[in-house]
T-cell receptor, first 114, second 112 residues
Framework: KAGVTQTPRYLIKTRGQQVTLSCSPISGHRSVSWYQQTPGQGLQFLFE???????NKGNFPGRFSGRQFSNSRSEMNVSTLELGDSALYLC?????????????FGPGTRLTVL | GESVGLHLPTLSVQEGDNSIINCAYSNSASDYFIWYKQESGKGPQFIID?????DKRQGQRVTVLLNKTVKHLSLQIAATQPGDSAVYFC???????????FGSGTRLLVRP
């Protein structure tokens, strides 16, 4: 079974631009969560999507948004990029509703904002 | 490889020794806890989990201990191997939520 895939793996943008990151969950998984990882703040929850609806949201500004498609693939968007948005963005998928709520992480997208 | 964290506490152990990694969690209402391992350039990988109705759970070479009184979690790795070198994170959540709250992480270095 293929794992969680994220594209692109690396991205360089400049301040003020916007970016879209993509995540394909494990086949059969319907929940997708997004996390931001930085050396200073560690791993922080952004949001979770299930059945195309946002179920949970972390403490990030409205510049961070996401969506989920009917095939469970998810995208997250960051608008008006700031230098502090440079981070590793991780996506995790889960069955949601199964006997375990184990989350499986992808390799991440490394975003650098110049 | 990519640096996960520049100022993580580091535990250095000799190959073959046992390792103990500790974590203080934040929310007394959390009822599900997970340990993740993150190697350079990769996403976190599930190691073991425990629910709040247990105080100990064993896996293959790993044991997780939960002390709810002091909100403390530990991960014990038996016979530590070079492949165990990584950053280890604890995470907490309430079972009905898929929002994981991660600890700051500990870097484990295994000396050959």
């Amino acid at each position: 079974k293929a794992g969680v895939t994220q594209t692109p793996r690396y991205l360089i943008k400049t301040r003020g631009q916007q970016v879209t990151l993509s995540c394909s969950p494990i086949s059969g998984h319907r929940s997708v969560s997004w996390y931001q990882q930085t050396p200073g703040q560690g791993l922080q929850f952004l949001f979770e999507y299930f059945s195309e609806t946002q179920r949970n949201k972390g403490n990030f500004p409205g510049r961070f948004s996401g969506r989920q498609f009917s095939n469970s693939r998810s995208e997250m968007n960051v608008s008006t990029l700031e230098l502090g948005d440079s981070a590793l963005y991780l996506c995790a998928s889960s069955l949601r509703g199964g006997s375990s709520n184990e989350q499986f992480f992808g390799p991440g997208t490394r975003l650098t904002v110049l | 490889g990519e640096s996960v964290g520049l100022h993580l506490p580091t535990l250095s152990v000799q190959e073959g020794d046992n390792s103990i990694i500790n974590c203080a969690y934040s929310n007394s209402a959390s009822d599900y806890f997970i340990w993740y391992k993150q190697e350079s350039g990769k996403g976190p990988q599930f190691i073991i989990d425990i629910r709040s109705n247990m105080d100990k759970r064993q896996g293959q070479r790993v044991t997780v201990l939960l002390n709810k009184t002091v909100k403390h979690l530990s991960l014990q790795i038996a016979a530590t191997q070079p492949g165990d070198s990584a950053v280890y994170f604890c995470a907490e959540t309430m079972d009905s939520s898929y929002k994981l709250i991660f600890g700051s992480g500990t870097r484990l270095l295994v000396r050959p």
